[in-house]
Nanobody, 122 residues
Framework: QVQLVESGGGLVQAGGSLRLSCAAS????????MGWFRQAPGKEREFVAA????????YYADSVKGRFTISRDNAKNTVYLQMNSLKPEDTAVYYC???????????????WGQGTQVTVSS
């Protein structure tokens, strides 16, 4: 089993920044890729970013490219999502997830955190 715990969400004004963290515990993570997803009220969960755990290649949704940065600290088993130039449309619950198969489809991810709320005011 893999346990994922997100933190760092909150309320921020448009143009501001937040850094989300996802602490992982349980089985070894060398074989898992990590992703961030988000879900706004009334909308489907959507891909935000992913990172290949062993090599560190990163992938982003077009809507966040250039504003968000995913990174990881292997020694701490933690993945981060640095979010800059936030917009009201970034408001959502953000989830981290772990998968053996790198991709943008939520169904490919095996383990999920409980989510952390990010609210961007205009």
């Amino acid at each position: 089993q893999v346990q994922l715990v997100e933190s760092g969400g909150g309320l921020v004004q448009a143009g501001g920044s937040l850094r989300l963290s996802c602490a992982a515990s349980g089985r070894t993570f060398s074989s898992y890729h990590m992703g961030w997803f988000r879900q706004a009220p009334g909308k489907e969960r959507e891909f935000v970013a992913a990172i290949r755990w062993s090599i560190g290649n990163t992938y982003y949704a077009d809507s966040v490219k250039g504003r968000f940065t995913i990174s990881r600290d292997n020694a701490k088993n933690t993945v981060y999502l640095q979010m800059n130039s936030l917009k009201p449309e970034d408001t959502a619950v953000y989830y981290c997830a772990a998968s053996r198969f790198l991709g943008s489809a939520a169904r490919a991810y095996d383990y999920w955190g409980q989510g952390t709320q990010v609210t961007v005011s205009s």
